[in-house]
Structure formats: C-alpha cells, structure tokens
C-alpha cells in the first residue's frame, strides 16, 4: 500500500532509545521469501484448528510473493505442486466449490476452496468486534442487508467485462466498453424496467446487484431505492460480501447499531486464485496449452449456474432465470503469449471481482496507468461524475504517500528515517 520498499522490524531489533525506527527503503521482498520459505517447510500439512494456517497456506504466500516479484518460474513449481497436492488446514483437497459458497458464513468457514481465510464470529459476547467489520458499510443503501451505507458499489467497466458472445459464450477483452449494459440510469425506481437481453457470465449476478435481478433471497433488487446516490455512483451494489436474509440474526451480530456485522470470513487465498497465477505463471514460461485448462477449469464451473444463482417463477426469463446466461471454454488454442496474457488477466478481473485484488494485480502487471484512466474516462463518459479529474500518474499513485506525521516523528538525531515516496 504504501512502499515497494518497507521498514523492516524483526527480533533482533533493539527497541532502545528509539533504535526501532528503521529506514522503509529496505528491500524487503527478501525477507518476507524468507519467513514463508521457513512457514512451508515447519508447519503442518493439517492443524487440529481449521482456521490456522497449514504449510499449503505458506506455500500460497510464498507463490503470490514470487509473483509479485515477476519469478514466475520460482512461482510455478510451488502452484504446481498447490494444485496437485494441496489441502485446507482440515486436511480436505483443494478444489472448487458452488461459487456462492465462498462468500456465505453459513458455508464458507473451513471450505475446500479456501487456502487462507480471515475467521469472523457473531453473537459471541464482544459488541461484535470478533466479525467482519470491513463489510459493514458496503451493503445497499436504504433498504435490504444492513440498511446501509452503500460506499463499495461496482462500476459500469465492471458489469460490462461480464457480458459474452451469444454464439461461444466467451468474454471480449478488447471491445466490452464499447456500450453499457442495459442499467436503469435516469430510469425512476417505480417505473417498469427490462434488465439486458443480451447473454451474460453468469458470476456477474453473484457478484453485482442489477435491477430486476434476484438479490441472493432478498427478492428482485430494486434499483435506485437500494443506491445511495444513483446520478453519481451509478445503478450497482455488491453482492459477494452480502448475507442472505435467512441468516439475519443467525449469522449476523445484532448487538451494535446494525445487523450487518457478519460471519462472513474474508478468503485472502482461494483455490480459484491459485489456478489463475498457475496459469499466469505457465504462459510467462510458454506453456500456453496447460495454462488454457486452468483457466477453463474456473470457466467449467461459471458455466453452470445451478445452485448458485437465483431462479425466478414465471415471467420472460431465460431456463427459469432472470438474465441471459452463457459461460464458454476456450476450445481454440491461444495464438500466442500476448493473446494468452490479455485472456488471464482477463479471467482473474471476472473471478475475483470486488474481492479487493483488482488494483494490486494492475500494479504488479505494470498495466495501472494505462488501465485506471481509461477506466475512469468511460465511468465519466457513463455518469460516474465522482471521478470528474481523476488522473492516474504511474510512478507515483502505485503507493500512498507515506503519512508526513510518520515521517516526522520517525526522526533520530534531527534526521527523519522515512523517506516519502516519489512524486508527493
């Protein structure tokens, strides 16, 4: 977040006279090789607490640092080696799981599908400060989930990465902005409104609230009335870090100020984010075959939709649902690395989506610049006006600037020890 470089605090720092305060241009890729690399190698393979991490989690780390770092080939041996032989900390295989299991608290804790997870609990005695706290602004505003506060919606780019062609059921990386999904923009939220026709991934509507689409079990959501400000945020709210309204008071804390503190753990690592690295990993070594059935691994499980998406009696729906679905595997081989590259990155942009990845996977490609402001030129050009003036300048908005209150008081001897990043 906030430095390539870190300071770097171990135990053979002496915590006298304000020695602690280290310099943050340490490189400090090394040293976190280094403690993963120990993790791997001394924990356990199964812990008898399922929420503790197990050698596969260290192993996971290790890789996400290899490929931060652009070692895909030190990387590859280790995803490999996740992908065949890796098991939660309860012992269970990795594999992929209903998609929407992966983000309900009444299935997600322990599951098969997560490598490394944030534990939350509720109802437990502590004002909930034991649950997911970092969710609990981010559900509709004004109505459903929570009640509030509607700060984490989704973009216009986003929905618009979801739609597919009607024939392959394969997304288009290039030419997905080129007109917006049929939204309720501009449209009063009493007035009749008919969602897009058009044949979409069928993760969009587990991860985006669209009107007149099933909201989980909370109904059709309704549109503006669930938006805080719908002229400029846009028509979206998030779904993935929503609980089903069954679980209300169940699986959520009502002994704060709101029902939305949830069970809800947070998966840092999840088996499906593995796979995409392996095959992020194996296209920059050249092996664009074997990365091609990763991918298609994640896609076989997007092109069925049974179980995890809401059915809906009666009306112009399409099979019982609401919208046009249509997932497709890539069944031509990729011509070449770049073609193999862009359908990955691609890939990880739908799967992991609202996740919290999405930024920090632009930043590592080396792509931000050139991504975040064409992003924010269309989601203006759409009637995002939050982001009238925002510029995006490489070298620079990569990081925070570090905190000045940081800098001053990290000083010894009348010499600060932070450096501020460049360009503030």
């Not at 590859?76 to 939660?88: A, K, Q, R, Y």
């Not at 004004?142 to 700060?151: D, N, R, V």
């Not at 309204?245 to 999840?270: C, M, P, Q």
Request: glycine share 8%; aromatic share 12%.
């Amino acid at each position: 977040m906030y430095n390539n470089g870190a300071p770097w605090i171990d135990e053979n720092i002496s915590y006298t006279n304000n020695n602690w305060r280290v310099p943050n241009q340490i490189e400090a890729w090394p040293k976190i090789e280094g403690d993963l690399q120990y993790a791997f190698a001394n924990l356990p393979a199964v812990q008898s607490q399922v929420g503790r991490a197990n050698k596969y989690a260290a192993e996971a780390f290790l890789a996400k640092v290899f490929m931060f770092e652009h070692k895909f080939t030190d990387a590859l041996p280790l995803l490999t080696d996740l992908v065949t032989n890796g098991v939660t900390s309860g012992g269970h295989k990795y594999k992929l799981i209903n998609f929407a299991d992966n983000f309900d608290p009444a299935k997600n804790h322990g599951d098969d599908e997560a490598v490394f997870q944030c534990q939350m609990s509720i109802n437990d005695g502590s004002g909930a400060n034991n649950a997911n706290a970092g969710d609990v602004l981010n559900f509709p505003y004004g109505g459903g989930p929570g009640t509030c506060c509607g700060f984490y919606q989704p973009s216009f780019s986003l929905v618009n990465t979801f739609k597919t062609d009607p024939v392959t059921g394969l997304p288009d990386p290039v030419n997905y902005n080129s007109s917006d999904i049929k939204n309720d923009e501009g449209v009063a939220s009493s007035a009749p409104f008919t969602p897009y026709a058009g044949t979409v991934d069928a993760r969009l509507d587990l991860t985006v609230g669209r009107r007149g689409i099933p909201y989980l079990d909370w109904g059709l959501f309704p549109g503006a009335s669930w938006i805080r400000n719908q002229q400029s945020a846009g028509p979206y709210a998030p779904v993935k870090n929503t609980y089903y309204k069954a679980e209300e008071h169940v699986l959520t804390d009502n002994s704060s100020w709101t029902s939305g503190y949830t069970a809800n753990n947070y998966t840092f690592i999840r088996f499906a984010d593995v796979l995409l690295w392996a095959a992020e990993a194996q296209v920059e070594v050249g092996t664009l075959a074997q990365a091609q059935t990763y991918v298609n691994m994640v896609r076989t499980r997007a092109a069925d939709p049974t179980g995890w998406v809401k059915a809906i009696a009666g009306g112009a729906n399409y099979n019982g649902y609401a919208a046009n679905y249509k997932v497709g595997l890539y069944s031509t081989a990729w011509p070449d690395q770049a073609t193999a590259r862009t359908a990955v990155q691609f890939e990880r942009r739908l799967e992991l989506a609202m996740e919290g990845h999405r930024f920090f996977d632009l930043v590592r490609y080396g792509t931000a610049a050139a991504e975040l402001n064409a992003y924010a030129a269309h989601e203006i050009s759409s009637g995002y006006v939050l982001l009238n003036g925002a510029i995006f300048t490489a070298g620079k908005n990569e990081y925070y600037p570090v905190p000045q209150s940081e800098i001053d008081v990290s000083t010894i001897a009348g010499k600060p020890t932070l450096t501020q990043n460049p360009g503030y």
